[in-house]
């Protein structure tokens, strides 16, 4: 737990203060996103909590102890902290930045070793390919990723991360904060984490904290910042689409209709037709005994053929799993111009599917139910 209480810094010469009384608490195994304008006080706050900047006034507690009761070299390595900037050695090989506080912690190297390749693995890095690379043989995803395995080398409770993904092109961007919410489902850090990004916040944050001219704005979830704004600086910052962003908050596991109407590859062509034609259907998903998806057929593949759907089934161009955010199941289905977007699980087991309608409804829109191309498919079950 990270607790700042009337947190305030006045940079000598001055007029203004830099932070503005600021209180927040962030709750255990929670990401705090620290977001506003240039110039807010964001950056600073983080610098205060492991002294890298002093405090003016105020407190800032890490579970129960007052940061300004600790030695602050301790301090700092008891935190993990990853820049923009990334900030690794370039003298040094990966494993050698990796191992850095572990080091000055006096970790014997059977225990280093084993640590430094369990790290790499966890942020997806062969340890054999990347280990001993220098800095300069990375790209640019490849060192933040190893930015980030070095600030959990020694497994702090705490992290501060300082737009660690703002240098990065947007398509290794969105990787790079998938794989670290996996890695943070799997760990439950604290972490307070700086972005300009309204978009990144909304996605990462369990709570977020806007500021502006060093005072804190509002303070909550991502669903209270888009739903509830405190005032208009709020909405202007979060942007009109407040509606659309909350798709970012929503998992296809929460829109979809289960149990879509669907065949079996062994089901006789004619009357997978006749049930088709009876329901005005156009096209049909198609399973094995297991539920596994196959793909799909439509109904001019179907008429007259005598064998069974498993012979015409073609495959399915998409599929997302649940746990996928609505904004990017929505951007997918436009991407490929289809009416619905279906949801398998690991195993590749039919779970339920999304049209227009399931998806627009969810944010309150209303939208034509026939789903495209798709036609009438509905949550039925098995057509036969």
Request: hydrophobic share 40%; charged share 25%.
């Amino acid at each position: 737990m990270i607790r700042l209480e009337r947190v305030t810094k006045i940079y000598p010469g001055s007029a203004f203060p830099a932070v503005d009384s600021v209180s927040l608490e962030v709750a255990e195994g929670q990401i705090c996103m620290l977001i506003g304008s240039s110039g807010c006080g964001k950056t600073t706050i983080m610098r205060m909590i492991n002294r890298l900047t002093s405090i003016t006034s105020g407190t800032i507690h890490i579970g129960d102890q007052n940061v300004m009761d600790m030695d602050p070299i301790q301090l700092r390595r008891q935190i993990g902290y990853v820049i923009q900037q990334i900030g690794l050695f370039p003298h040094m090989t990966v494993y050698d930045n990796i191992a850095t506080v572990p080091k000055l912690l006096w970790w014997d190297k059977k225990r280093i070793a084993e640590r430094v390749d369990e790290l790499l693995d966890l942020v997806n890095l062969d340890p054999d390919t990347y280990r001993f690379r220098y800095p300069r043989e990375l790209s640019g995803g490849q060192a933040q990723r190893v930015g980030v395995a070095r600030a959990m080398a020694a497994d702090p409770p705490v992290m501060l991360m300082d737009e660690p993904f703002g240098a990065i092109d947007p398509i290794n961007r969105e990787v790079l904060q998938e794989e670290f919410l996996r890695i943070q489902a799997r760990l439950r850090k604290t972490i307070v984490f700086v972005t300009h990004d309204i978009d990144e916040a909304i996605k990462m944050g369990d709570k977020i904290a806007l500021l502006d001219a060093g005072r804190l704005i509002q303070f909550g979830s991502p669903e209270e910042l888009l739903t509830k704004p405190k005032n208009q600086f709020v909405k202007d910052f979060v942007g009109a689409d407040r509606t659309l962003k909350r798709l970012n908050l929503l998992r296809v596991k929460h829109a979809m209709l289960r149990n879509p109407v669907h065949c079996l590859e062994e089901d006789p062509s004619e009357k997978v037709a006749e049930k088709m034609i009876e329901q005005d259907m156009s096209y049909l998903l198609v399973t094995d005994r297991q539920g596994r998806l196959k793909g799909y057929v439509n109904l001019y593949d179907l008429r007259g053929h005598k064998g069974t759907v498993g012979d015409v089934v073609r495959p399915l161009s998409l599929t997302v799993k649940p746990d996928t955010n609505l904004k990017d199941a929505l951007s997918k289905m436009l991407s490929y111009d289809l009416g619905i977007v279906v949801a398998v699980d690991d195993a590749g087991r039919l779970q339920g599917f999304l049209n227009t309608r399931t998806l627009f409804s969810v944010v309150g829109e209303s939208y034509d139910e026939r789903g495209g191309h798709w036609g009438r498919i509905t949550a039925d079950g098995r057509i036969l």
